[in-house]
């Protein structure tokens, strides 16, 4: 026969007495002022563990589909315009023309700007 205290008593409570007359208790957790404290901030450290990079990119998320862009397509074209497997450092040219010397010039300021804007995404 299947135990009637089963049906009665929900996970957290026992059961005291015979089957006829149950009385059914309650547990009670007792904790001080200081322990639920414990407590919380345990709780908050396991639940606030993004970083400002995760909640940058939530917000950007939400704010882009709220606008109706596909959020995916739009991160796979940034990743594959990421300045560090798109641009390397030049070598200082040696013996050249003017017009080479230009170029390395123009070259490399653009990578220092480009360098430059990707420190301050980054910190923001």
């Known amino acids: 026969s299947p135990n009637p205290s089963a049906s009665i008593c929900r996970p957290g409570c026992y059961v005291e007495g015979r089957a ?23 709780l908050r450290s396991r639940t606030l563990t993004r970083t400002s990079q995760e909640t940058a990119d939530v ?8 606008r109706g862009l596909d959020i995916s397509h739009i991160s796979q074209r940034l990743e594959s315009l990421s300045a ?27 990578l220092s700007a480009i360098e430059e804007s990707r420190k301050r995404v980054s910190i923001e």
């Open 59 to 66: 917000k950007a998320s939400v704010l882009l589909g709220s």
């Open 84 to 110: 560090v497997t798109t641009f390397e450092p030049l070598e200082p040219v040696k013996d050249t023309d003017i017009q080479g010397f230009l170029k390395n010039e123009k070259d490399n300021a653009l």
């Open 20 to 42: 006829s007359s149950f009385r059914r208790r309650r547990s009670h957790v007792e904790r001080n002022l200081q322990e639920i404290q414990q407590a919380g901030e345990r």
